[in-house]
């Protein structure tokens, strides 16, 4: 994700909950900031278990495989993903 990329609204979601502007800027902050948190940790399982929480924050199984390699199935861990809603 470039910093200061355009933002356009999606237009299949329902009007509660697009994003709106300054949504997408604190995801964009998230997304390139997350990478040099993760270059701070150098015991791989702590580093797994922060990309794990990263995932379940967000919800998005193909985003995080993308930015950073590795995905987590919810289905092996409910509680974790329990916000997601795709845990069934």
């Not at 940790?41 to 922060?50: L, T």
Request: include cysteine.
């Amino acid at each position: 994700m470039k910093p200061g990329g355009s933002f356009t609204p999606p237009q299949h979601l329902p009007a509660r909950v697009t994003p709106d502007r300054d949504q997408f800027r604190l995801f964009e902050k998230l997304m390139n900031s997350f990478p040099e948190y993760l270059a701070l940790i150098s015991d791989a399982n702590a580093k797994q278990r922060s990309i794990k929480q990263f995932q379940s924050t967000i919800c998005n199984k193909s985003l995080t495989q993308t930015q950073f390699g590795l995905s987590f199935d919810p289905k092996t861990d409910p509680e974790a993903f329990k916000d997601c809603g795709k845990t069934k």
